[in-house]
């Protein structure tokens, strides 16, 4: 998926920089994650979980999300990052360039999606999903302060305390 935003105009004069899907409907999105484990992230050769333009989760049966970043200039000098995701094809992850894989040691069986949501200034911007495991732990990828960049939360570490805002600032949607 080429990362992209639309931004709605709501009713109140604000705008909604809305969750990009490609792939899935978002009303089936739950239920397509739900109860599969997540095996593997894949994020490009020189790339980090601190830093990546790009990830792949790679779930059972042969089912992959990627997750991408789109920055858009809304007020003044402001970037907001939003949140891409797209439903692959296996043969279509197979196919591109060399990447690093973070492993997770045990079974993560997904329970629950959510977006991270900032809001302030007239701006809703989707800026990221959360997944939650069967066993308490999440993941999750969020737009940074890097324009384009994600930060990855892996499911043995701590929520950060700051993404591309001050974390106090995120509100968490289900996705049903």
Not at 74 to 85: C, L, M, P, R
Request: with cysteine; glycine share 8%; net charge negative.
């Amino acid at each position: 998926m080429k990362p992209y935003t639309t931004i709605e105009q709501r009713p109140d004069g604000g705008h909604y920089f809305p969750l990009q899907l490609q792939g899935v409907e978002l009303g089936k999105l739950a239920a397509l994650l739900r109860g599969r484990r997540l095996l593997a992230c894949k994020v490009p050769k020189m790339q980090t979980a601190r830093s990546a333009w790009q990830v792949i989760l790679i779930f059972d049966p042969d089912m992959y999300l990627e997750l991408t970043s789109s920055s858009t200039v809304a007020q003044g000098w402001d970037d907001f990052g939003t949140i891409n995701v797209e439903v692959l094809a296996g043969a279509a992850v197979e196919s591109m360039f060399e990447r690093e894989n973070l492993q997770f040691p045990e079974v993560l069986v997904v329970v629950r999606a959510e977006i991270v949501r900032w809001q302030g200034g007239g701006l809703i911007v989707d800026s990221g999903i959360r997944l939650h495991f069967a066993d308490g732990r999440t993941f999750s990828a969020v737009a940074s302060d890097v324009p384009g960049a994600l930060l990855l939360t892996m499911p043995e570490e701590a929520a950060p305390t700051s993404w591309q805002f001050p974390a106090s600032e995120y509100s968490f949607v289900a996705i049903e």
